[in-house]
């Protein structure tokens, strides 16, 4: 991430670590195409379609707003909202009518943009902010605020960077995993607990609320897979630990880089069936 890039997302009070440039724009683009696949092109859970949604929030949209046009297509006539730290730039024929940009943090636009009034939302929607989510329960109380009664709130996302085998965590004791855990988590003050949204979400009054686990495959399949999204989303999650993991260590001595970074690098890259990301669906309404 270059230092105009560090800068975009602290100004908006952001720990985000990854950057905002055309390589990271088709890695979005293949993940997202990942993640489509692995839900079978069914990416929500929650019944949002009984709603008949007038107004849907996307939080964290990212630079290439995939979900927000998602959205867009599939209810033509309610007004899409997307908000995103870095600036979403596409030419103005791509945006459709009902799809409004919005710049910042969520946090703090609740309390000032009155296009997101508190009660006036329909549906809220997020995938992937773990990676500068710093209080789960502080952002869906936040959130929760905005909905409407009877709104719904649905998040997607990771408990953490831990890659698992089965129900235990790989390379637990390797370096590179304890420096992860010390220096990611504590040092960015990362809330890596999204397995326990579920809960959460109980506990701030949410009602019917459900979780479901998805395991993100890791490392290339031991055969040609005969999806195209298969092959693309393993090759984009590794290369989103990389990134991650490289700015990570960018501030230690030369030594200490290298090592982590061969051994990070010798045991992750490899093929290896078995091991995934534990990846969450969590959702319910407001009453």
Same mark, same amino acid.
């Given at each position: ?9 602290? #100004?908006?009070?952001?720990? $985000? ?11 979005? =683009? ?43 297509? /599939? ?5 899409? $909202? ?7 730039? &596409?030419?103005? !024929?791509?945006?459709?009518? +009902? ?5 910042? +943090?969520?946090?703090?636009?609740? +309390?000032?943009?009155? /296009? ?16 500068? &989510? #710093?209080?789960?329960? @502080? ?14 709130? !649905? ?22 995993? /304890? ?16 397995? =326990? ?28 897979? !005969? ?11 590794? @290369?989103?630990?990389? &990134?991650?993991?490289? +700015? ?5 001595? #030369? ?17 290896? !069936? ?14």
């Amino acid at each position: 991430m270059t230092s105009g890039e560090v800068r975009a997302t602290a #100004q908006h009070g952001s720990v $985000y670590p990854l950057p905002y440039h055309d390589g990271e724009r088709q890695r979005l =683009k293949k993940q997202h195409n990942g993640l489509m696949g692995i839900m079978h092109n069914e990416p929500i859970h929650s019944p949002i379609s009984s709603l008949r949604p007038k107004k849907i929030v996307d939080v964290g949209c990212g630079i290439n707003a995939d979900m927000t046009m998602y959205f867009a297509k /599939r209810f033509p006539d309610a007004q899409i $909202y997307g908000v995103d730290l870095a600036r979403v730039d &596409m030419p103005r !024929e791509q945006i459709p009518p +009902n799809v409004v940009f919005i710049q910042g +943090n969520i946090t703090t636009l609740v +309390n000032s943009d009155p /296009r997101l009034a508190s009660g006036s939302v329909d549906f809220l929607y997020s995938r992937l902010l773990a990676s500068g &989510m #710093q209080d789960w329960r @502080a952002y869906i109380q936040c959130v929760t605020s905005l909905l409407r009664a009877g709104g719904i709130l !649905e998040m997607h996302d990771l408990a953490g960077l831990t890659l698992m085998e089965g129900e235990v965590p790989a390379f637990e004791e390797s370096k590179w995993s /304890r420096y992860y855990r010390e220096n990611g988590v504590k040092k960015l003050g990362l809330d890596m607990e999204f397995d =326990k949204a579920d809960v959460i979400m109980k506990g701030l009054g949410l009602k019917d609320v459900s979780i479901k686990q998805y395991r993100l495959p890791w490392g290339a399949a031991k055969e040609e897979s !005969e999806h195209a999204w298969d092959s693309e989303g393993r090759a984009q999650w590794y @290369a989103a630990l990389v &990134m991650f993991m490289t +700015n990570l260590v960018s501030d230690e001595e #030369q030594a200490v880089r290298d090592e982590i970074l061969a051994e990070f690098h010798g045991q992750a890259s490899p093929p290896r !069936e078995g091991l995934y990301f534990p990846f969450y669906v969590a959702w319910g309404s407001k009453p």
